[in-house]
């Protein structure tokens, strides 16, 4: 502990700081992120297929966000990269557009996530259950599946598109409900057997969801449910007198990008707002120390159930969407893999960091959607090439690979993420920056630590 | 450091006879589980059936003929939770940390005994050899390679986070377990994604008793060698876990660590070898349990640890975590309530709901309401939160 102590104390600035200090407050730093974003976007543009160019592009989002510009250029230029670029892009190449859509689902239900592990400190195991719910609402709804459940009013089944709205809201409140339901019976239970008993959680409903096509038919069994209803294009006419003839696919998949983009950023904002708040401290205090928080009058069964609502609600929502976006979901999506990669989302972009969340999901379905495929085919041509690489390794079927190597590395050489949280980026290096008074508080529990422990 | 090791008095008693009553009381604790639980779950069928037979035909005679059956193959997944759930409790007694890690601990043994098996014919040793003592080595063999590889997984995933928040070192082991299940993919193969174990000349079924059915039949009832050298293998590994435990200076070392980590350390025992050391048998339990399953259904596959690994923790949670007798106690419960749910769930709705499936919705459900209801477990003692 004692080298630790003298650290250097520029080692603990923030990259956004030290960029600040390197490109200064003023005009340069703006003249380099439009020249970065502008530069990004023509390779993209001039080179549609190149996922090089493609993650330099994404990043530029990256670079808007840490350099020191006005708060309004940085939103003017990210309206320019995700509602202009983007789009038009996605009308050169749709596997990009649809890799940012699927990455938005993904940061929604990463930032659910980060609510009930990052902001209130339970580890939900199974999270990927409160979004099975809500895509299976909607999927069992849009389709004639639901006349199987109410049979008196089975010619009203499937319902018409335009309920999708109403589903996204009633998604939210589903989750919302099994979200308190499942908080209700686990509230006792301290942080490692929650992680157990949510894992079970998220098992038994995905084990539902393979199940109950028997002996009524109600979530299609094994073999999922196709055909799921999509939203209506209520904004044909436009296009019609705008004259913009695209295909009913490619309108669709434009659509729920905007949706996807405009669900994220209403999430962001909800939890953001959830953490300013007098509930986002009382999760804080549950999350130092919960003996003290009960202690200061938190209202703890309440917060941990608000925690588990306000988690499950994004992912609620999300799963409606995920099902209408691709009109087909199957038990296997639900596992407890996908539950994992969430977790591996919150845990590399840093628990509580609502950025951090964001970045994290976003690097996940990257490596998932775009690096690891390329990356195997270029292990292919090297294979080709005589390179001493096993016949059969393909690593796209090593994702649980990778995300045990994220979730080992992070929490050993960086707890706090890639976008730390400032309070909990201050907690893991307590000894770093507190004096050696603290540092001895601290040796109580380090005493086994290799670096301090008694050897004999 | 409120959980102790296990439920027997902390001073051990010198006399040879008391050493003995010790290391052996626990078996007794189990055979009434196993004779309480089988009649308990035996009966309610029964009535289940009596209450349900105007439905069905010939219900009740089915159900009979089953039961002993049932029993038995609850009682083998009992014992293999068990045996799995000691590797649990007992990190969990000494680190209070639950190693997400074991489930695939023991899916690597299970893995290294098949290899073991496949190696050995590949060579033709395997015909000459009896059958027993394949088992005997590819127990051990196992045990050595799984106790090995837990004591390199505390060493670089969990070690270095002693003393970080609780949920960090556990955030560290999902990894670990997902890491090792794509691993041993990646080693085993696809041509050898589903592990076959070589078959064993074991001899035929043992027969155990006959009855005879009101309708006339005769009911045979036998149990075949496999089970058998299951549930022996693993009672044999109990009471050897026991005497170690409580018997032996290491055992004191272990339950001193779990007792008070500074104390110990002061009183010169070696913190890190003896958590070294309880992952190592914990990681051998685990993995011996991999073999005996691998004989016992024939085929193993990477991700067999999961399910496994959570039913096994269900299991420690039930008979009370921290608990060795509860551990092997808790299994033997949730395996034969298991076995009972999967068997006749499917008979007495005639097939319209699949049984194995509702058997683990039904244990999750039953480590929810564990946890609910009485968190310190079947034969756990309550323990207080220290602030």
Redo the contacts between chains.
Sequence with gaps: MSTRQQTPARERLSLRQRIAGIVGQGYAAMVIVILYVLLASFWLISNPFSTIAYLVFLSSLLVIYYFPIATWAKVALGLLVLGVVMPYVGTLNQGFLDVVTQAAIFVALALGLNVVVGFAGLLDLGYVAFFAIGAYLWAIFSTPQAANIIPSLAQSFPLAGGWFFVFLILGVIAAAIFGVLLGLPVLRLRGDYLAIVTLGFGEVIRLLANNLNRPINITGGAQGITNIGQPPLFFAPVLDTLNINTSAGATYRMYFYVMALLIVLITIMVARRLNDSRVGRAWTAIREDETAAIAMGVPLVRMKLLAFAAGATFAGAMGVLYAAKLRFISPPTFDVVQSISILAMVILGGMGSIPGAVLGAALITLLNLRILPDFANQLVIWRRAGLPIPEGFDPVQYQRLFFGLVLIFMTIFRPEGLLPERRRRAELHDDEEQGSDEGLVQDDQNLVHPDVGLKS | MAVKAQAQPMVSDRSSLGTLRQVLAPIGQILIFVIGGSLLLGTIVVMLALALQAGQANLLNGVVSVLPLVIIDGLVLGFLYATIALGYTLVYGVLE??NFAHGEIYMVGAFVGGGLGIWLASQGLLATMHPLIFVVIAVFVAMLASGLLAVGIERF?Y??????P???????A??????????V??IA??ARFNLRYPTLNLGGRIPLFEMSTAAGTNLRVSIDNQSLIFIITSLLMLVALNYLINVTKLGKAIRAVAQD??TA??M?????LI?ALTFFVGGALGGGAGVLFGIKYSTVNPYIG??AG?KA??AA?LGGIGNITGAMVGGIVLGLLEAFVSTYLTLF?NG???GP??A??AS??I??GI??FR?SGLLGEAAT?K?
Aim: glycine share 6%; charged share 15%; no cysteine.
């Design positions: 940390f639950i995933a070690r270095p986070l002693r003393g970080a609780r949920l960090v070192p556990l955030i560290s999902i990894g670990v377990s997902l890491v090792l299940q794509d691993l993919r990646l193969g696809p980590r500074p350390s002061l010169g025992i070696n913190v890190n958590i999961f399910i959570l923790f269900t949670v709705t319209r709901l699949s499936d509702y683990s919705v999750f459900l480590l929810i946890l609910v968190p939160q602030v």
